[in-house]
Antibody
Framework: VQVQESGPGLVKPSETLSLTCAVS????????WSWIRQPAGKGLEWFGR???????DYNPSLKSRVTMSVDTSKNQLSLKLKSVTAADTAVYYC????????????WGQGTPVTVSS | QSVLTQPPSVSGVPGQRVTISCTGS?????????VHWYQQFPGTAPKLLIY???NRPSGIPDRFSGSKSGTSASLAITGLQAEDEADYYC???????????FGGGTKLTVL
């Protein structure tokens, strides 16, 4: 299974960030899919996860700003993060879990996002 | 401040055994949730190294091992190699935060 994230690269403060994760080489229905971000030089933060059915679990600390969706016909996932600030500047990863319990065993290469006017 | 605490850095010489600790609390590791470990090289995505405390995914050398006790977990690397120089992260679930959480990461330097 290969995973490829894509996004705008640059987003203005207060706007909504939209990212897409394309899954190939396997069915998106087989796994849970999470979004995880990493600010430069810092650690990892879990946003939330979505299953093929559309059911979601969000990180409560981000829940008010996050929306995740899945399009099984396109084998794609989407993340929307509203009201972004400079603190949302990071590399955003799409990762799957479910094959090895809740460990994230498949990761995309990540897409960098900068929030700046 | 990460929920799971790791030392910022560790170092060792080739052939040596090094360990990286991951200290949590009663709402995560101490509550019985599994710990997973990742290896990350600069500019690349994390790679799963250990899952469910002490299991290796296929393709991971047996030089890497994990353990868990109480509110802490450890990653051990034996026969240290120059190619092991990377950042290492632990991960578990926190029932108070209702979220998967990561340690702050440990930079391993091979001297």
């Amino acid at each position: 299974v290969q995973v490829q994230e894509s996004g705008p690269g640059l987003v203005k403060p207060s706007e909504t960030l939209s990212l897409t994760c394309a899954v190939s080489g396997g069915s998106i229905s087989r796994y849970y899919w999470s979004w995880i971000r990493q600010p430069a030089g810092k650690g990892l933060e879990w946003f939330g996860r979505i299953y093929a059915s559309g059911s979601t679990d969000y990180n409560p600390s981000l829940k008010s700003r996050v929306t995740m969706s899945v399009d099984t016909s396109k084998n794609q996932l989407s993340l929307k993060l509203k009201s972004v600030t400079a603190a949302d500047t990071a590399v955003y990863y799409c990762a799957s879990s479910g094959f090895y319990g809740d460990a994230f065993d498949i990761w995309g290469q990540g897409t960098p996002v900068t929030v700046s006017s | 401040q990460s929920v799971l605490t790791q030392p910022p850095s560790v170092s060792g010489v080739p052939g040596q055994r090094v360990t990286i600790s991951c200290t949590g609390s009663g709402s995560n590791i101490g509550a019985g949730y599994d710990v997973h470990w990742y290896q990350q090289f600069p500019g690349t995505a994390p790679k799963l190294l250990i899952y469910d405390n002490n299991n290796r995914p296929s393709g991971i050398p047996d030089r890497f091992s994990g353990s868990k006790s109480g509110t802490s977990a450890s990653l051990a690397i034996t026969g240290l190699q120059a190619e092991d120089e990377a950042d290492y992260y632990c991960q578990s679930f926190d029932s108070s935060l209702i979220a998967w959480v990561f340690g702050g990461g440990t930079k391993l330097t091979v001297l």
